[in-house]
């Protein structure tokens, strides 16, 4: 949509898949999410204007995560976007803080 206004696809299912990438990345994304809790809250999304890349903030008390959002496109070549998956965490920050992260703002932007 023009001017980046609106609704691009529906990601029902974002803390279940973003808890799914953080296992399937293993080592520091997994331990960081292997609580009862797993993804327990979603802060919004990011721009990342250099890698062109939509980001979804989320995590749980203690730990907050970058996830890069993929868009899908319809099957028929229209390129009418239906819908949305992520990938495995680019960036985890944990240990800086111990309450939910209700906010981003990366630094320079």
């Known amino acids: 949509l023009a ?5 691009f ?6 803390r279940e898949q973003a808890l799914l990438q953080a296992q399937a990345q293993g080592g520091a994304a997994a ?4 609580g ?6 979603l802060a919004g999304c990011h721009w990342e204007s250099q890698s062109q890349q939509l980001m ?3 995590g749980q008390e203690g730990v907050v ?14 390129g009418v976007l ?7 965490p680019a960036m985890l920050l944990n ?7 209700r906010s981003f703002v990366p630094v320079g932007q």
């Open 3 to 7: 001017g980046g206004e609106g609704t």
């Open 9 to 14: 696809a529906e990601l029902g299912d974002a």
């Open 31 to 34: 331990a960081a999410f292997s």
């Open 36 to 41: 009862e809790d797993g993804v327990s809250y």
């Open 56 to 58: 979804m903030v989320a």
């Open 65 to 78: 995560a970058l996830w890069p959002v993929h868009e899908q496109a319809a099957p028929d070549g229209s």
């Open 82 to 88: 239906v819908g949305a998956s992520l990938g495995p």
């Open 95 to 101: 240990g800086a803080h111990t309450a939910v992260v």
